[in-house]
C-alpha cells in the first residue's frame, strides 16, 4: 500500500524557519496538501496544491515540492505554531488517498 | 459561515452498528463531494470514504470496505456514515469533511463525534 513518510518530530526555537517533509513515490505527478492539528481540534488546510495558501493561513507558511519530496516551510516559527502538521496526498493512479504518519512541531 | 457539524458518536459494543451524521450549512451542500476521515486515541488521520457530489461515486478504504456505508441526502444537506461489525480498531473520532480539492482532499473540517467500540 501507498505511504507518505514524514519525521515524527521538528523542534526550532522562536522566529526560526521550520521546514517539514513528506515523502512519497508518486509526488511527482501528485499534490501535497498540508494540515495543521492543534491539541483537541479538528485540522485545518494550512497549503493546498504543494504550494497554495488558503485565505487567512499567515504567509508564514508556503509549501514546495520536489521529485519525490514535499516540504511545508513555516518562515519565522511563533508559539502558537505548535501543532501536529500532517501531508495527504494519494497514489499515482488515485485509488489509495492517504495521509503521512504526522510531525510534530515544537517551537521553544 | 461554513460549517460541518457531527453527530450520532458513542460507546458500542464490538460487533455492534452506528450511524453517524454530518450536517452542513453555509454553503451548497450538492456542489461539493465529501469525505469521512477518522483518526484513533493518540494516532494519526486516516481516510475513511469519499462520496461524489450525486452519490453515484463512492470510495472506501480498505480497512472498512463491506463493513461501512457512506450516503448523502442534498435535500437535507447531511452526510451519513453507517457503520456494522465494528471493531475495537473502529474506535475513533470520526471527522466530517468538505472535499472540495483535487484528489479528494478537504478544506473544511467538522469538530469530530467519537465512536468508541468496547465491551
Known amino acids: 500500500s501507498y505511504e507518505l513518510t514524514q519525521p515524527p518530530s521538528v523542534s526550532v526555537s522562536p522566529g526560526q524557519t521550520a521546514r517539514i517533509s513528506c515523502s512519497g513515490d508518486?509526488?511527482?505527478?501528485?499534490?501535497a496538501y498540508w494540515y495543521q492539528q492543534k491539541s483537541g481540534q479538528a485540522p485545518v488546510l494550512v497549503i493546498y496544491?504543494?504550494?497554495k495558501r488558503p485565505s487567512g493561513i499567515p504567509e508564514r507558511f508556503s509549501g514546495s515540492s520536489s521529485g519525490t519530496m514535499a516540504t511545508l516551510i513555516i518562515s519565522g516559527a511563533q508559539v502558537e505554531d505548535e501543532a501536529d502538521y500532517y501531508c495527504?496526498?494519494?497514489?499515482?493512479?488515485?485509488?489509495?488517498?492517504?495521509f503521512g504518519g504526522g510531525t510534530k512541531l515544537t517551537v521553544l | 459561515e461554513v460549517q460541518l457539524v457531527e453527530s450520532g458518536g458513542g460507546l458500542v459494543q464490538p460487533g455492534g452498528s452506528l450511524r453517524l451524521s454530518c450536517a452542513a450549512s453555509?454553503?451548497?451542500?450538492?456542489?461539493?463531494?465529501m469525505n469521512w476521515v477518522r483518526q484513533a486515541p493518540g494516532k494519526g488521520l486516516q481516510w475513511v470514504s469519499h462520496?461524489?457530489?450525486?452519490?453515484?461515486?463512492?470510495y472506501y478504504a480498505d480497512s472498512v470496505k463491506g463493513r461501512f456505508t457512506i450516503s448523502r441526502d442534498n435535500a437535507k444537506n447531511s452526510l451519513h456514515l453507517q457503520m456494522n461489525s465494528l471493531r475495537a480498531e473502529d474506535t475513533a473520532i470520526y471527522y466530517c469533511?468538505?472535499?472540495?480539492?483535487?484528489?479528494?482532499?478537504?478544506?473544511?473540517w467538522g469538530q469530530g463525534s467519537m465512536v468508541t467500540v468496547s465491551s
Open positions: 462520496i461524489s457530489r450525486s452519490g453515484s461515486t463512492i
Open positions: 495527504y496526498s494519494t497514489d499515482s493512479s488515485g485509488n489509495q488517498r492517504v
Open positions: 453555509g454553503f451548497t451542500f450538492s456542489n461539493y463531494e
Open positions: 469533511a468538505r472535499g472540495s480539492l483535487p484528489d479528494d482532499a478537504s478544506d473544511i
Open positions: 496544491e504543494d504550494n
Open positions: 508518486a509526488l511527482p505527478k501528485k499534490y
